[in-house]
């Protein structure tokens, strides 16, 4: 946090808006691999994230609940579904 004023992207990500030259993402389909490896808090805010077509979504929680896990499904999910658009 103590770096943050050197970030070159820093005022936009802060503000939580997209660039008014962004074009719209649509959203993504969600993979049959949740139900198997997280629970239905973890799934919710995958399927949150994904089906989220602009700004951004914050996981919150208290201490060893997972959200580290969350993020690394997320972003699995995320590569899932960039190597089925190709």
Do not use: Y
């Not at 399927?47 to 972003?75: D, E, N, S, W, Y």
């Amino acid at each position: 946090m103590m770096s943050v004023q050197h970030l070159p992207l820093r005022d936009w990500l802060l503000s939580g808006r997209l660039a008014a030259s962004a074009p719209p993402v649509p959203a993504l389909p969600v993979p049959p691999l949740l139900a198997r490896r997280f629970n239905e808090s973890q799934q919710q805010a995958i399927v949150t994230c994904l089906r989220q077509a602009q700004g951004f979504t914050l996981i919150q929680g208290p201490p060893g609940t997972g959200k580290t896990l969350t993020v690394v499904g997320l972003i699995g999910a995320l590569l899932m579904a960039e190597a089925n658009q190709r």
